[in-house]
């Protein structure tokens, strides 16, 4: 395989997962009586321009598809940062009345809705039709299609540039990562900005974040390797924040190479001599992170099994993709976790991918109520420990294995 973004050929492996279903492919009464699409799952890295990726396995349009299950509005705290970010990118650049929009991936309208709000004109584009759907529930305008360069240009000449173009945790989501990059520039006014969200590779790597590999993620992203997607693609980033979200983020503000005139500020200069220092342009930084994702598999596994000897009830709170990863990788199965637990209704009823176990409401949470629960989207710990806190006081324990186990 050659790398997504400059072509060189992939020869460094960071982790081999085996193979998973993806993470995202819920399993219904009815899919539960079909064979399930098992796929390899391995990430490499780029040694020219440091790009880690997975392996391509699996089109886009099949992960993407209309009856997509992650819907962005079910966690607080995400909504919150999303309100505050609007907040301020607002006051920054001057948004009003007169000013417009373009999220991409605007999912279920989470952000969209506070720009709304402000009667700051404003465009959706998602490509998965459940959350589309939910969207213009809250009369948010929405395209429900796939963004890339051929779209940004029909936009454009249909005088839809945008003053500001939104993508959190979507840079990650595409496999011609070239082609979305280009989508940007083409669809910004010449004095425009884009901000990105997306996980930062350093946490990956030195917080053991493995179950953040999925199929759907086909990129791993550092400010080294984003500066080179965007730099072949007309865009130049003049601003950087490390963020708490997703296990730790960054937030990217990006200019049209051509003709934005933003200072660069010295944060970008030195995030990107500080990924140097650590070594994140070496073959020896990637080293070992296969042995540190089995030592966490291990310590799952001895955690369940003691437990099951035990005749003690594992549940697991959020449907989480990141959750599946973990309990395929482990080849846990509906034996040593009962259920698990989530607030979406779009997920509730139906069935973990590969590992088959069920999804349940928080009703049913209440009515079996279990010795542990392993909190599966661990970024989320604080909140969901807020939530449980009728169950811990009964004794339930909460517990989470990334970074390493951890009763919380």
Same mark, same amino acid.
């Given at each position: 395989?050659?790398?997504?973004?400059?072509?060189?050929?992939?020869?460094?492996?960071?982790?081999?997962?085996?193979?998973?279903?993806?993470?995202?492919?819920?399993?219904?009464?009815?899919?539960?009586?079909?064979?399930?699409?098992?796929?390899?799952?391995?990430?490499? +890295?780029?040694?020219?321009?440091?790009?880690?990726?997975?392996?391509?396995?699996?089109?886009?349009?099949?992960?993407?598809?209309?009856?997509?299950?992650?819907?962005?509005?079910?966690?607080?705290?995400?909504?919150?940062?999303?309100?505050?970010?609007?907040?301020?990118?607002?006051?920054?650049?001057?948004?009003?009345?007169?000013?417009?929009?373009?999220?991409?991936?605007?999912?279920?309208?989470?952000?969209?809705?506070?720009?709304?709000?402000?009667?700051?004109?404003?465009?959706?584009?998602?490509?998965?039709?459940?959350?589309?759907?939910?969207?213009?529930?809250?009369?948010?305008?929405?395209?429900?299609?796939?963004?890339?360069?051929?779209?940004?240009?029909?936009?454009?000449?249909?005088?839809?540039?945008?003053?500001?173009? +939104?993508?959190?945790?979507?840079?990650?989501?595409?496999?011609?990562?070239?082609?979305?990059?280009?989508?940007?520039?083409?669809?910004?006014?010449?004095?425009?900005?884009?901000?990105?969200?997306?996980?930062?590779?350093?946490?990956?790597?030195?917080?053991?974040?493995?179950?953040?590999?999925?199929?759907?993620?086909?990129?791993?992203?550092?400010?080294?390797? +984003?500066?080179?997607?965007?730099?072949?693609?007309?865009?130049?980033?003049?601003?950087?924040?490390?963020?708490?979200?997703?296990?730790?983020?960054?937030?990217?503000?990006?200019?049209?190479?051509?003709?934005?005139?933003?200072?660069?500020?010295?944060?970008?200069?030195?995030?990107?001599?500080?990924?140097?220092?650590?070594?994140?342009?070496?073959?020896?930084?990637?080293?070992?992170?296969?042995?540190?994702?089995?030592?966490?598999?291990?310590?799952?596994?001895?955690?369940?099994?003691?437990?099951?000897?035990?005749?003690?009830?594992?549940?697991?709170?959020?449907?989480?993709?990141?959750?599946?990863?973990?309990?395929?990788?482990?080849?846990?199965?509906?034996?040593?976790?009962?259920?698990?637990?989530?607030?979406?209704?779009?997920?509730?009823?139906?069935?973990?991918?590969?590992?088959?176990?069920?999804?349940?409401?928080?009703?049913?949470?209440?009515?079996?109520?279990?010795?542990?629960?392993?909190?599966?989207?661990?970024?989320?710990?604080?909140?969901?420990?807020?939530?449980?806190?009728?169950?811990?006081?009964?004794?339930?324990?909460?517990?989470?294995?990334?970074?390493?186990?951890?009763?919380?």
């Amino acid at each position: 395989m050659n790398c997504r973004h400059c072509n060189s050929k992939l020869e460094l492996s960071l982790i081999d997962l085996g193979s998973a279903p993806p993470s995202n492919a819920y399993l219904s009464e009815k899919t539960l009586q079909a064979a399930e699409k098992w796929l390899p799952l391995r990430v490499l +890295v780029c040694k020219n321009c440091w790009l880690v990726q997975t392996e391509d396995f699996v089109a886009e349009d099949e992960m993407f598809s209309d009856d997509y299950a992650y819907f962005s509005s079910f966690s607080s705290s995400f909504l919150k940062h999303t309100e505050e970010y609007v907040e301020k990118v607002v006051a920054r650049f001057g948004l009003d009345e007169n000013s417009h929009v373009v999220e991409v991936a605007s999912n279920d309208g989470y952000l969209l809705q506070y720009f709304v709000k402000k009667d700051i004109p404003s465009l959706g584009i998602e490509p998965t039709l459940s959350t589309v759907i939910t969207a213009r529930e809250k009369d948010i305008d929405v395209l429900n299609e796939f963004f890339g360069k051929s779209l940004a240009l029909k936009l454009a000449s249909q005088n839809q540039r945008a003053d500001l173009m +939104v993508a959190n945790n979507v840079l990650a989501h595409v496999p011609d990562i070239n082609d979305f990059v280009k989508g940007f520039s083409v669809l910004m006014n010449p004095q425009g900005v884009a901000t990105f969200e997306f996980p930062h590779l350093v946490n990956l790597v030195e917080k053991n974040q493995f179950d953040t590999v999925y199929h759907e993620h086909y990129s791993y992203l550092s400010l080294t390797s +984003v500066r080179a997607i965007f730099e072949t693609n007309n865009l130049s980033i003049f601003d950087v924040e490390e963020l708490a979200t997703h296990g730790g983020s960054l937030r990217v503000y990006a200019q049209r190479s051509d003709s934005g005139e933003r200072l660069v500020e010295s944060n970008v200069v030195d995030l990107l001599v500080r990924e140097e220092k650590i070594g994140l342009k070496t073959v020896d930084y990637y080293a070992g992170f296969q042995q540190e994702a089995e030592k966490i598999k291990l310590s799952l596994l001895e955690f369940l099994i003691t437990a099951k000897r035990e005749g003690k009830q594992v549940a697991g709170y959020g449907a989480a993709a990141k959750g599946n990863t973990m309990i395929n990788f482990a080849g846990v199965g509906v034996d040593l976790i009962s259920y698990v637990v989530d607030k979406n209704p779009a997920k509730q009823n139906m069935y973990l991918p590969g590992s088959r176990i069920p999804i349940k409401n928080l009703t049913y949470l209440r009515e079996n109520v279990p010795d542990y629960i392993i909190v599966l989207p661990w970024n989320l710990s604080d909140e969901i420990k807020s939530e449980l806190v009728d169950l811990t006081d009964q004794g339930t324990t909460l517990v989470r294995f990334v970074p390493e186990y951890t009763t919380l």
